[in-house]
């Protein structure tokens, strides 16, 4: 519990920071200003319209990618899957660009319902792919799935880009993983989803820690195996899905942040949940200022920055000996 404080601490200053830092520098003074005065100066404006949104948008978007990791681990019992990993992110970019070529989708709000669809159907075919065959889900296989069906994916996406680059000139920013221009108006609409599906992981805690032992022993502790891995893709589909919406595709926050719940607290899936809500936003909103701060006054998309982070970080769970247990 004091480690769960800590880390809302860290994510409060995290949210202080988003607030504080881009392409105009704030001051404290300012920030206060505007969150507790009734004029309308620039700086005020720039807080109340631009900041505070997207600092609103990044902890949706973090929360929906540490989660649905979390789950995608639990559930596949495998300590390299996450969202990017087992493709869910790319399955919903893909129907994201076909919503834009086929219903012509422009906005970060018509974009939900292709990526959850999207979500939902990469989640269920590397779940199919890698439990096909005897032994049920393997662990290597599901992997070796969801790789193939981003690659697919995501080739598949490039190629409606570049067949039709004009229209697929406003998914560029998005396709990199951003903030730009996320308010209210994007964030609200999927915001009761995330939340939904924040409550469904934490309700299937419990049950995804029996699985976490085998099937067997979980079915003779009287967990419902198909019950909850329903639950658990259904969960995955919400979260992956809201935080594509959002932001566009961003990887390895769901790979990094359980990993990091884990070596606080252990395999217990009912205390790696809490701390995934908690610390992912606070990976992506450090991320984010980062991002605007590197290239200052220009800045770099969140999606590039977490990708230059996670990426040794992969590499060094794949080298060890043993990973975190699951």
Known sequence: MLGLLAAIAALVVAVILS???????LSADELWHALTAATGTSADQVVLDLRVPRTIAGLVVGVGLGVSGAVVQALTRNPIGDPGVLGVNAGAALFVALGVALFGASVP????????????????LVYLIGS?????????????????LAAVFTGLTTGMTLLDPLTF???RGWSAGSFVERGFDVVLPVLPFAVLGVALALLSAPALNAMGLGDDLALSLGTHIIRTRVVSVISITLL???????AGPIGF?????????????????RWIIPYSIVLAPTVLLVSDVIGRLILWPSEVPVGIVTAFV????????VRRAKSSTL
Not at 19 to 25: D, E, V, Y
Not at 253 to 269: E, F, S, T, Y
Not at 310 to 317: D, E, K, R, S, T
């Open 109 to 124: 709000a018509d974009y939900l319902w292709f990526a959850f669809a999207g979500a939902l159907v990469a989640t269920v």
């Open 169 to 171: 000139n406003k998914l």
């Open 132 to 148: 096909a065959g005897r032994g049920g889900a393997d662990p290597v296989r599901l992997t070796l799935a969801g790789v193939a």
């Open 253 to 269: 926050v769901g790979l990094m942040v359980p990993h990091i719940a884990r070596w606080i607290v252990g395999p217990d899936q």
């Open 310 to 317: 996670g990426a040794p970080v992969l590499i060094y769970l």
């Open 240 to 246: 992956a899905g809201s935080a594509t919406a959002i």
């Open 19 to 25: 607030i504080l830092f881009g392409s105009r520098q």
